[in-house]
T-cell receptor
Framework: KAGVTQTPRYLIKTRGQQVTLSCSPI?????VSWYQQTPGQGLQFLFE???????NKGNFPGRFSGRQFSNSRSEMNVSTLELGDSALYLC????????????FGPGTRLLVL | AQSVSQHNHHVILSEAASLELGCNYS??????LFWYVQYPGQHLQLLLK??????LVKGIKGFEAEFIKSKFSFNLRKPSVQWSDTAEYFC??????????????FGTGTRLQVTL
């Protein structure tokens, strides 16, 4: 069974630009969660989608948004990029909402210059 | 909201030494508990989990963890570490029952370095 895939793996953007990251969950998984990982803050929860609906949200500004498609694939968008948005963005999928095991993808490393 | 504390930020051990990594959480309700591991250059992997039942859970690669409800702790242990255990270890918790507390909350991680 293929694991969670994320594209692109690396991205360089400049301040003020926007970026869209993509995540394909494990086949059959309907929940997709997004996390931001930085050396200073560790892993921080962004949001979770299940059946195309956002079910849970972390404490991030509105510049961070996401969506989920009918095939469970998910995208995350960050608008008006700031230097502090440089991080590894991880996607995780699971069968059920939150309570189940989460399987992580390799992440997208975003560098904002 | 729940929170997770991992008191050891960086641990250095010799091969064959015993390991115990501390994890404490704060949340008043029923929780699920997890340990994840991130090997150098690899993505996060689930090491073990506790949902209910026997508070001593066994995971992959000889790791185990004990849930002590009265202490709000879920410490990770391994009797004899190997060089290949060098990695970063994350404790995580989420609350059962849905709602905003059901999001997975991670500790800041413990970097384990095993020397030969």
């Amino acid at each position: 069974k293929a694991g969670v895939t994320q594209t692109p793996r690396y991205l360089i953007k400049t301040r003020g630009q926007q970026v869209t990251l993509s995540c394909s969950p494990i086949s059959g998984h309907r929940s997709v969660s997004w996390y931001q990982q930085t050396p200073g803050q560790g892993l921080q929860f962004l949001f979770e989608y299940f059946s195309e609906t956002q079910r849970n949200k972390g404490n991030f500004p509105g510049r961070f948004s996401g969506r989920q498609f009918s095939n469970s694939r998910s995208e995350m968008n960050v608008s008006t990029l700031e230097l502090g948005d440089s991080a590894l963005y991880l996607c995780a999928s699971s069968l059920a909402i939150s309570g189940g095991d989460q399987y992580f993808g390799p992440g997208t490393r975003l560098l904002v210059l | 909201a729940q929170s997770v504390s991992q008191h050891n930020h960086h641990v250095i051990l010799s091969e064959a030494a015993s390991l115990e990594l501390g994890c404490n959480y704060s949340y008043g309700g029923t929780v699920n508990l997890f340990w994840y591991v991130q090997y150098p250059g690899q993505h996060l992997q689930l090491l073990l989990k506790y949902f209910s039942g026997d508070p001593l859970v066994k995971g992959i690669k000889g790791f185990e963890a004990e849930f002590i409800k009265s202490k709000f702790s879920f410490n990770l242990r391994k009797p004899s570490v190997q060089w290949s255990d060098t990695a970063e270890y994350f404790c995580a918790v989420n609350a059962r029952g849905g709602g905003t507390a059901s999001k997975l909350t991670f500790g800041t991680g413990t970097r384990l370095q095993v020397t030969l």
